[in-house]
Nanobody, 120 residues
Framework: QVQLVESGGGLVQAGGSLRLSCAAS????????MGWYRQAPGKQRELVAVVANGGRTNYADSVKGRFTISKDNARNTVYLQMNSLKPEDTAVYYCNTGTWIGTYFPSNNWGQGTQVTVSS
């Protein structure tokens, strides 16, 4: 079982930036893909961004051009740089390991989440 620990959340004003980190307990070099999800109160968890082991990325339409996912294999860490934040980005953000074959298929490996709150 891979352990994932997210950090970097907080309270920020609209238009601001945050960088989330997800540290894995194992090498992420051979993991097919990793994703960032978010869940706002009363809403379903949604996929925000995915990065494949080769570096290919994909984003939800709602964050394209504002968020950037990246990974550092040497640190076994995946990042989510979030710029131009909006109040609707407020949610608990989770990272996940998975498989990306056309569609991203999440595994059961989830972190505890990190809260992001964007004030207007």
């Amino acid at each position: 079982q891979v352990q994932l620990v997210e950090s970097g959340g907080g309270l920020v004003q609209a238009g601001g930036s945050l960088r989330l980190s997800c540290a894995a307990s194992v090498s992420i070099f051979s993991i097919n893909a990793m994703g960032w999800y978010r869940q706002a109160p009363g809403k379903q968890r949604e996929l925000v961004a995915v990065v494949a082991n080769g570096g290919r990325t994909n984003y939800a339409d709602s964050v394209k051009g504002r968020f950037t996912i990246s990974k550092d294999n040497a640190r076994n860490t995946v990042y989510l740089q979030m710029n131009s934040l909006k109040p609707e980005d407020t949610a608990v953000y989770y990272c996940n390991t998975g498989t990306w074959i056309g569609t991203y298929f999440p595994s059961n490996n989830w972190g505890q989440g990190t809260q992001v709150t964007v004030s207007s």
